[in-house]
């Protein structure tokens, strides 16, 4: 009598525990809280990515525009050795550089070269081992008709992880937007 007591008390046990949880399969409440907790980070990350990318672009497109102009006036002569060196030269490129402008002196690096044809250009940049190669940096303008190569890396910290993982290219996780102008000076 006492086993068949005791039996009737566990099926009434295990019925409730199936009874619980079937309606703990059933009940959906939460469920949009749980999903989001899933998704939320990675959706974060991918925002976070996305204007991070823009803002690149932003600097890039930026120091493009100042490194055109500043190159210009070597162009048309109104730069020449005489009235110019590497950091007026790199201030000028900077002034250009809009709200970026604070940190550009700093991150920025020049390189000024002349040359005899357009062959002889070598647009290699000078990154080696994650640093910048100072001794391959020079300002050197030419004379009339001669050929100019222009460069201007800047260094750029990113934020977003898998961006600083995919797009750093220096030893201390700084991405490098580069940009380079070549052209034959003006006969001044």
Partial sequence: MMLGKYRKTLQRIRARA???????????KGAVAVEFALIAIPFIMLIFGCLELALFIIVSVLLDNATQSA?????????????????????????NMG????????????????????????????????????????????????????SAYYSYTLMTPLLNAGMSTLSNGDAVLTTQVVFRNEPF
């Fill in 71 to 95: 190159a210009r006036e070597i162009r048309m002569g109104i730069l020449t050795g005489e009235n110019s060196d590497a950091t007026s030269f790199r201030q000028q490129i900077c002034d």
């Fill in 18 to 28: 199936m009874a619980r949880a079937m309606a703990g399969v059933r009940d959906r």
């Fill in 99 to 150: 709200w970026v402008a604070a940190t550009c002196m700093s991150d920025l690096q020049i390189d000024v070269e002349t040359f005899d044809n357009f062959a002889l250009v070598d647009m290699t940049p000078p990154i080696e081992d994650g640093e910048f190669e100072e001794a391959n940096f020079s300002y050197d303008l030419g004379g009339s008709s001669q050929i100019q190569l222009v």
